[in-house]
C-alpha cells in the first residue's frame, strides 16, 4: 500500500515539474526584449539605455497605457528614425512582452 502510494507520488511529481519548469509570460517577454531591445533601451527597472535617446521601456506606461501597445505590436513599430528596427510580433510575443512591461510600471 505505502509503495502505491509513493510510486502515484513520485508518477504525479514527474508529470508537474515540467509545468513548474516553464517559463511564464513574464520571463519570456523579457527574453524578447533582451534579444531585441536591449542593444538600445533599458530593459529593466534601474539601468541606463545603452543609447541615450533610447527611453528605458520602464518608462514606456508613462506615455503609453500598456494594454494599448498590443494593436502597434501586431501591426508593426516604425520609429521616426531609420536606427530603430521594424517589429512585427505574433500575438504570443506581444502577450508575453506586453506581461514583462506591466512588470515595469
Known amino acids: 500500500m505505502l509503495q502505491s502510494a509513493l ?8 508529470l508537474a515539474t515540467p509545468a513548474l519548469a516553464a517559463p ?3 520571463q519570456r517577454g523579457k527574453a524578447f526584449a533582451r ?3 536591449a542593444r538600445c533601451h533599458a530593459i529593466d ?3 541606463k539605455s545603452p543609447v541615450e535617446i533610447a527611453p528605458p521601456l520602464r518608462t514606456l ?10 494593436e502597434a505590436l501586431a501591426e508593426g ?5 531609420a ?3 521594424v517589429f512585427e510580433l505574433n500575438p504570443d510575443q506581444i502577450h508575453d512582452l506586453l506581461s514583462y512591461l506591466k512588470t515595469l510600471e
Do not use: F, K, Q
Open 35 to 37: 534579444a531585441n531591445c
Open 7 to 14: 510510486r502515484h507520488g513520485l508518477i504525479g511529481l514527474l
Open 83 to 85: 536606427e530603430m528596427p
Open 77 to 81: 513599430i516604425y520609429a521616426g528614425h
Open 24 to 26: 511564464t509570460a513574464e
Open 45 to 47: 527597472r534601474v539601468s
Open 61 to 70: 506606461h508613462r506615455r503609453y497605457p500598456i494594454d494599448s501597445l498590443g
